[in-house]
């Protein structure tokens, strides 16, 4: 049997891996997101791997019998130079609203799955794969009154460069080159691509 476990509490994450079939566990990781990493591929890559490795390390005392799949992921959104996480207020996220709008940005997901078969054994094999996808956004512009009447309906607090494209902001999106749900925060067809070629779907 394997176990699809998702290393996160994401709401869209888990709607993604619900809508490709998988049946899944939830076992958030709790460790804080520090990364040692410049470039946004980079950073997406570490922490997905923090993500994945922190609830690896926890989730083999639960089951031993089974195939593990971990799945970690990390979204960030990079504007120029300028990489942008979950906005820390209002404030903020009108600040990174202001630079997002009229412009064309990208967005970085790095996911990683740490494949753990067999657990019954006393060294069990396992194999880790970390990728990322990017995807450029263009947004139309959005005035002040926009960015204030969209942050107030709270949507972006949560978000990477506090926007969600599949929520009220898709009014101001005006094209996307890439895999849009890496934009929502987990590129689900290169997750699943990865898993059919090693056959654990």
């Known amino acids: 049997m394997i176990r699809y476990v998702l290393a996160s509490a994401s709401p869209r994450r ?4 619900e809508q490709a079939g998988l049946y899944f566990e939830i076992v958030p990781a709790q460790g804080e997101e520090v990364h040692t990493k410049e470039s946004p591929a980079d950073i997406v890559e570490e922490l997905s791997y923090k993500k994945a490795s922190e609830v690896a390390a926890r989730y083999k005392e639960y089951h031993t019998n089974d195939t593990t799949v971990i799945i970690g992921a990390d979204t960030i959104v990079a504007h120029g130079t300028q990489i ?4 820390k207020d209002k404030a903020d996220a009108a600040a990174m609203l202001t630079k997002l709008q009229d ?8 996911v990683t799955l740490i494949i753990t078969e ?6 069990p094999k396992q194999e880790v794969v970390t990728f990322h996808e990017k995807t450029d956004v263009q947004m139309y512009p959005m005035t002040p009154a ?25 009014v101001y999106i005006k094209g996307v080159s890439g895999e ?16 059919i070629a090693r056959r654990f779907v």
Request: charged fraction near 15%; hydrophobic fraction near 40%.
């Open 14 to 17: 888990m709607e993604l891996l």
């Open 84 to 87: 942008m996480g979950k906005p």
């Open 103 to 110: 412009s064309t940005h990208q967005v970085y997901t790095g």
């Open 118 to 123: 067999s657990g019954q054994a006393e060294k």
């Open 146 to 170: 926009q960015i204030a009447a969209y942050i107030a309906t709270g949507e972006p607090m949560d978000k990477a460069g506090a926007y969600a494209i599949q929520g009220k902001c898709a």
């Open 180 to 195: 849009y749900n890496n934009v929502v925060g987990l590129p689900i067809a290169r997750l699943m691509q990865e898993l």
